[in-house]
């Protein structure tokens, strides 16, 4: 190999360093960060492999090395030996040339980006996330207007059901016409149109997920698993993408944050909180559908009550454990190519 481009990508501009492997001297070039700038820069190069870091440019700058045939490397700067805690002087340079000595030294911590469909699919994916919580923070904003003015609304989702909702709008909508009315009705009707509003497009984008769902047969393969949605199937799926990169059970369940850290000196070791490394949504969304086994999954549940031991002071280290090893079975079924089996997925 001649030399490595590694590309400290910015925004608006990058710098690239071109290193050479048998001198281990580099030259720097700043360069717009677009496409076809990025493009003749490799070409004018024509390094071994292109290394980049993880971010909001790397997938396509990924899709352009591949269409050049260059081998490229995207580094994780989460992980822990990437770092700069203790540096005195960080720059572009800096960081370029990192990257480029800790890939000439097979160091780089990496990370597999997946092919644009997929960055697709799990943007549209976290977008809902975020819409649904949107639409919770403006729930939240109606119940506290409505308590500063001594009205009590019901409590869970039986404050939002359309009757509720359409009752609570005409309310509104009339103490707001009076001659002399205060204001906060007024509030109230424009978040009620708010609500309206993003519900409708939390309705329009998981009809287009449901669509992508019924065609992708890993999807149907994990809805298969009692008490499993289509919106947990889907995540996991696009979180994943190609199950066999994955060795072991704990490399899927340190993937999504759910192994505990561990301190190591001496004689001494212990175990703390889970790392919350990776995807959160996909770990939330574990956890959430992990509380409602015990109705929908009940061979499943006997994990939580075993991690219980009889304990309540141990339910939410419990529902943990359960979320892991339901990530670990769709993971094992994902791999296997076979549907929920109740006798095989927990004697896994």
Known sequence: MASILAID?????????????????GTFRTVPT?????????????PGRVVIETGNQAGWVKDLCEA???????????????RWKNVKRKTDRGDALKLAKLSAADQLPTVQLPNARTRQWRAFIAYRGKLVSRRTAIKNSIRALLDRQGY????????WTVGRVEAMRAWAQTRANIGDADLWPIQLTM???????????????EKRLDVIGEADERVRRL???PGVGPRLAEIVVATLDDPHRFKSRREVAAYAGLVPRQFESGTMSRRGRITGAGQK??????????WMMKQNNPALYRIFEQACRGSKTRRKVAIVAMARRLLIICWAMLRDQRDWREPTALAA
Do not use: F
């Open 9 to 25: 990508l910015g925004k608006y501009k990058s710098v690239a360093c071109n290193y050479q492997m048998e001198t281990g001297e």
């Open 34 to 46: 677009r496409p076809q700038t990025l493009h003749d820069l490799i070409v004018a190069c024509s």
């Open 68 to 82: 050049l045939a260059v081998p490229i490397e995207v580094a994780n700067p989460n992980h822990e030996g990437w």
């Open 152 to 159: 009590r609304t019901a409590a869970g989702r039986a404050a």
């Open 191 to 205: 978040e009620l149109k708010a609500l309206e509003q993003v519900q409708g497009m939390i309705e329009e984008v």
């Open 223 to 225: 809805r298969t698993i």
């Open 281 to 290: 949504l996909l770990r939330a969304l574990l956890v959430e559908i992990s």
